[in-house]
Structures are given as C-alpha cells and as structure tokens.
C-alpha cells in the first residue's frame, strides 16, 4: 500500500520552523569558526574558561539538590498517603512557576541588607543574598515544581504491588525507597533534572541579579560591556554544547527503562495519623519560601515606594509585553499544528526531522539563541536589526516546541477515521479536517497558546538582547530597577507580573484537572 504525501499546506509551515530554527545557530557557528586558529585557541584555553564551567556546573548541582531534597518528598505526600487536601497542597506546590527565576531573586535581595524586608519588619538584619548561594536558592523556589510534577506522575503510575511485596519480604523503608521505588522513579528523576539542569545553565536575569559568574552572564557581559563577539560566540557555543551534552546523557540513562511493570495496582495509602499537622507543616513552610516570600517582599517595597510610583511606565511595558507576547503565542501554535499533524499522520522521514528539528530552538540556551539571531540578521537583513518581527521570530522558535506536547496529545484522541469517514461523504480533505477535527482542538490550541504567552512573558534574556531601542517588556523593566538597587521602582512591575502569571498558571491548571476528569 502506498504511502499518502502530505499536502504541501502542512509540510511549508513545519519546513519553515525547522529551517528558522536551525539557521541562526548554523550563523552563530559561522561567527565562532570565522576567527583565525590562534584567537580560537586563546579564547578555549583561558583559565577562566574552567572558572565558567565550575561555576555553571556547581549552580546546576546544587539546584537539582535541594529541588529534589524538596520535589520528592512532597510527591510522596500527594500520592502515597492520606494526606488531608491532597488537591490544595499540589496548587501550592505547582503556583510557584509563576514566580520566574528574576523575581525570586529580587524577593532574596529585598529580604537581606540594611533596608531590606526582615531588617525594616523585624529587626533582624542579613547579609545581602549573593554568589552561588543566592542564585542557587532563587532557581531552585522556582524551578522545583517540575521536579515535583514528574514525580508526582511516576508515583501515580507506579505499581504498589511491588511495593507491598517488599515490605511482606521484611525490606526495610529505605531498602525498599532503594531497591523497589527509586528504579521505577529513576526515568522521571533524569528527565526533571535535564529540564530543571537546561533551565539553571540558560539562565541569565537571577544569575545576573546575583552577580554569580557563570557562561550565560559572561555572554552578556562580553557582547554588551567588552563588544567581544567572537569571544561571546565561543562562550555560546560551548553552552550549547553542555546542553548537547545533557540531551545526551538523559538519552542514555533513559533508555530501555520502563516506567510500569504491566498491570498496575495503587498501593495502600499510608495513613500519616498525627503527622497530618507536619505535613502540613513542611508544606506550608515551602508555601511560604516560594510563595509568600515574594508577595511579602514586594508588599514592603511597594508601600515604600508607593508616593513615587509612574502608573505610565507601567501601563507601556504592559503593553509592550502583551503585543510581543500574543502575535508570537498564535504564530508559534499555528505553525506546531502542522508539524504535530505531519508526524502523526504522514509518517516519514520528513515529518521526523521536521519535528525533531522544532525542538532545536527550545533546547536552545536563551542567550546563545538571541546572540546567533543578531548575527544572522546583521548578514541577512541588517535593516531589521532590533525590530519587533526580529524578537518575535526568536520567541516562535524558542517556544513553539512547547506546544506540540498538547497538541499532539489532542491529535492522538481523535482518530483519523472520522476524518476519512467525512472525505468518503463527498468533503474534500480541507473541509473534513475543519468540520472533524479543528473543533476538538481548539480547547488544546489555547491551552498550548496559553502556555506560550506565559513563557514569553516571563523572558527576559530574548529581550534583554534583541528587543527595540525604547521597548521595556515587564521583565526588562524588573532586570533593569532591580539591577541599579531601586527595589521600590521595581516593585509595581514584579507585582503586576506575577499576578498575571499566577492567573494563567491557575487557568492552565484548572483546565488540566478539568481534562483529567473527562
């Protein structure tokens, strides 16, 4: 039986994402390899170079750390026991997304110091939050929530009746946390830790804020401070490469793991008793940290800056922000449905590349991929250089990978024989497609849409770099209060972020739970 081609309608859009994904690093490769052989050799071989990479791979580990010492066991408490409001505590546990990396960081700083929150509140004066430990601490209250719903998941699909047979053989706990649980949690530990361990090396407004010297700030510092591109492009490349090099570890650990055994039993919830107020506890005590930390901060900064505050400058980068934000969230998903379309349809090598290619751009650092985009543009339309088309191209092939996962999902639950159901009664294949299947998408599309807009608002380091002379996003304006010490200023611009933010988290999350009950 032949194979049916794909319709050229679909193959053009997943053709153009996979090419504007790849050339601006096939740019950023010609830029590093166009210096002679000595400038590259003296740029590798600096000692600072092993000071970057020490650096970078201490973040990362201190960052997996303590998200796991967090994630894990409450995982364990959502899943495995009888805790009281098990649905409350997976909120508290997931909201703290919406607090990005650079907000989190401003709430440690405007904790600490002689004016900061705990000094002016209680008394109590810390020393100011910086260096590892203070980047290792904003990246971890923001990113342990993806640690946390991986487990969370692999828990809910775990097999108890292993679990229940090992205590019947006489295991200890931790014998059998060791030798029973953790190997069937192992394949979503590795795959929480590349997402959290790319997003801690990729990194640049908490680094940045934290005045922590790792590759992603001494990017930025050597494009913009030294006008060293060269060097900058190196530097990129050698980010990209311990991103490669993370992808493929992840590969290897991962691979012919099973995450079941088969048929699968919930094992017996373990009754917590009187432990139930120290659950509670623990949980409110992370609430607080990730939580409450930040809306406390920005309450005591706001009220000090309130006499001050420019309604003005908040209402443009809002603006700013949505007009970026929204052309490129609807670009991104419609050019994700076609690829999602094409893998799952036509199956073939070029619905494969084109899909693997589409998550190029996301495994993308941020930084390298702004730094690759202003070289491609310089060589090929200079006159765009620093537009608003230029920023939300990079935010399409930034993003769009994020949503393919829904929309494939949803492509996957409507079988393509309804479709074909329709062509046999007389509709062409355009008009069976719109009738059939594009109104059981559109729920998907705007939870994919949704999810986007979010991580676009959020960004700051494809702005920081690439957006026009004059715009400020929410997040630039953050970065760039913040990083001159007016904390009060910068307080009316994180608030309005992380309430927006928290807003469609929730929304995102009420309609998972709402798709997990139908």
Same mark, same amino acid.
């Given at each position: 039986?032949?194979?049916?081609?794909?319709?050229?309608?679909?193959?053009?859009?997943?053709?153009?994402?996979?090419?504007?994904?790849?050339?601006?690093?096939?740019?950023?490769?010609?830029?590093?390899?166009?210096?002679?052989?000595?400038?590259?050799?003296?740029?590798?071989?600096?000692?600072?170079?092993?000071?970057?990479?020490?650096?970078?791979?201490?973040?990362?580990?201190?960052?997996?750390?303590?998200?796991?010492?967090?994630?894990?066991?409450?995982?364990?408490?959502? #899943?495995?026991?009888?805790?009281?409001?098990?649905?409350?505590?997976?909120?508290?546990?997931?909201?703290?997304?919406?607090?990005?990396?650079? =907000?989190?960081?401003?709430?440690?700083?405007?904790?600490?110091?002689?004016?900061?929150?705990?000094?002016?509140?209680?008394?109590? #004066?810390?020393?100011?939050?910086?260096?590892?430990?203070?980047?290792? &601490?904003?990246?971890?209250?923001?990113?342990?929530?993806?640690?946390?719903?991986?487990?969370? @998941?692999?828990?809910?699909?775990?097999?108890?009746?292993?679990?229940?047979?090992?205590?019947?053989?006489?295991?200890?706990?931790?014998?059998?946390?060791?030798?029973?649980?953790?190997?069937?949690?192992?394949?979503?530990?590795?795959?929480?830790? *590349?997402?959290?361990?790319? %997003?801690?090396?990729?990194?640049?407004?908490?680094?940045?804020?934290?005045?922590?010297?790792?590759?992603? /700030?001494?990017?930025?510092?050597?494009?913009?401070?030294?006008?060293?591109? #060269?060097?900058?492009?190196? +530097?990129?490349?050698?980010? &990209?490469?311990?991103?490669?090099?993370?992808?493929?570890?992840?590969?290897?650990?991962?691979?012919?793991?099973?995450?079941?055994?088969?048929?699968?039993?919930?094992?017996?919830?373990?009754?917590?008793?009187?432990?139930?107020?120290?659950?509670?506890?623990?949980?409110?005590?992370? !609430?607080?940290?990730?939580?409450?930390?930040?809306?406390? =901060?920005?309450?005591?900064?706001?009220?000090?800056? +309130?006499?001050? $505050?420019?309604?003005?400058?908040?209402?443009?980068?809002?603006?700013?922000?949505?007009?970026? !934000?929204?052309?490129?969230?609807?670009?991104?998903?419609?050019?994700?449905?076609?690829?999602?379309?094409?893998?799952?349809?036509?199956?073939?090598?070029?619905?494969? *590349?084109?899909?693997?290619?589409? %998550? +190029?751009? /996301?495994?993308?650092?941020?930084?390298?991929?702004?730094?690759?985009?202003?070289?491609?543009? &310089?060589?090929?339309?200079?006159?765009? /250089?620093?537009?608003?088309?230029?920023?939300?191209?990079?935010?399409?092939?930034?993003? !769009?990978?994020?949503?393919?996962?829904?929309?494939?999902?949803?492509?996957?639950?409507?079988? @393509?024989?309804?479709?074909?159901?329709?062509?046999? +009664?007389?509709? #062409?294949?355009?008009?069976?497609?719109?009738?059939?299947?594009?109104?059981?998408?559109?729920?998907?599309?705007?939870?994919?849409?949704?999810?986007? $807009?979010?991580?676009?608002?959020?960004?700051?380091? *494809?702005?920081?770099?690439?957006?026009?002379?004059?715009?400020?996003?929410?997040?630039?304006?953050?970065?760039?209060?913040?990083?001159?010490?007016?904390?009060?200023?910068?307080?009316?611009?994180?608030?309005?972020? &992380?309430?927006?933010?928290?807003?469609?988290?929730?929304?995102?999350?009420? %309609?998972?739970?709402?798709?997990?009950?139908?």
């Amino acid at each position: 039986m032949r194979k049916r081609r794909p319709p050229l309608i679909l193959v053009l859009p997943a053709v153009i994402l996979a090419v504007g994904t790849c050339l601006p690093v096939i740019y950023l490769l010609i830029r590093a390899f166009g210096a002679g052989p000595d400038q590259i050799a003296q740029i590798i071989l600096r000692p600072r170079i092993l000071l970057l990479l020490g650096n970078t791979l201490q973040l990362v580990a201190l960052v997996l750390l303590l998200g796991t010492l967090i994630a894990l066991p409450m995982a364990w408490l959502v #899943t495995q026991t009888n805790l009281r409001g098990r649905r409350i505590a997976t909120w508290l546990m997931v909201l703290p997304l919406a607090v990005p990396g650079y =907000v989190m960081a401003y709430a440690l700083i405007g904790m600490s110091g002689y004016y900061g929150f705990l000094s002016h509140w209680f008394g109590i #004066t810390l020393p100011p939050l910086r260096g590892l430990w203070g980047a290792g &601490l904003a990246l971890t209250l923001y990113t342990f929530p993806y640690i946390f719903l991986h487990l969370r @998941a692999a828990f809910l699909g775990m097999d108890g009746s292993l679990v229940e047979s090992a205590r019947s053989l006489g295991l200890s706990p931790l014998q059998a946390f060791l030798r029973i649980i953790l190997p069937q949690l192992w394949p979503a530990l590795v795959s929480s830790w *590349l997402i959290v361990g790319l %997003y801690v090396i990729g990194d640049f407004g908490a680094i940045a804020l934290m005045r922590y010297e790792v590759f992603s /700030y001494a990017i930025y510092t050597q494009y913009a401070g030294a006008f060293d591109r #060269t060097t900058a492009a190196w +530097l990129a490349l050698i980010l &990209l490469g311990l991103t490669l090099i993370a992808l493929w570890a992840q590969a290897r650990v991962t691979r012919n793991r099973r995450f079941s055994s088969g048929t699968l039993r919930r094992a017996q919830a373990l009754r917590l008793g009187r432990w139930q107020a120290s659950a509670w506890g623990a949980i409110a005590l992370i !609430a607080l940290c990730s939580l409450g930390l930040p809306l406390l =901060v920005l309450g005591h900064w706001m009220r000090l800056g +309130l006499p001050d $505050f420019n309604a003005a400058l908040l209402v443009r980068a809002m603006a700013a922000t949505a007009l970026l !934000a929204a052309p490129a969230a609807a670009i991104a998903v419609a050019l994700a449905l076609p690829v999602s379309l094409l893998a799952l349809r036509y199956p073939g090598w070029l619905p494969r *590349l084109t899909g693997r290619l589409a %998550y +190029l751009g /996301y495994a993308t650092p941020p930084l390298p991929l702004a730094l690759a985009m202003v070289f491609m543009v &310089l060589a090929l339309v200079p006159m765009l /250089y620093q537009s608003h088309a230029v920023l939300i191209f990079a935010y399409v092939i930034s993003f !769009a990978a994020i949503a393919l996962g829904p929309l494939r999902l949803a492509l996957m639950q409507i079988p @393509a024989r309804q479709e074909e159901a329709a062509r046999a +009664l007389g509709k #062409t294949a355009p008009r069976a497609f719109a009738r059939v299947t594009l109104p059981r998408l559109r729920r998907p599309a705007l939870a994919a849409g949704v999810l986007v $807009f979010v991580m676009i608002v959020k960004d700051l380091p *494809l702005a920081y770099m690439l957006a026009p002379t004059g715009t400020r996003t929410l997040a630039m304006s953050i970065f760039a209060w913040t990083s001159e010490g007016m904390m009060a200023n910068a307080a009316p611009f994180a608030l309005l972020l &992380l309430i927006f933010c928290a807003c469609f988290v929730g929304l995102f999350l009420k %309609y998972e739970s709402g798709a997990a009950r139908r």
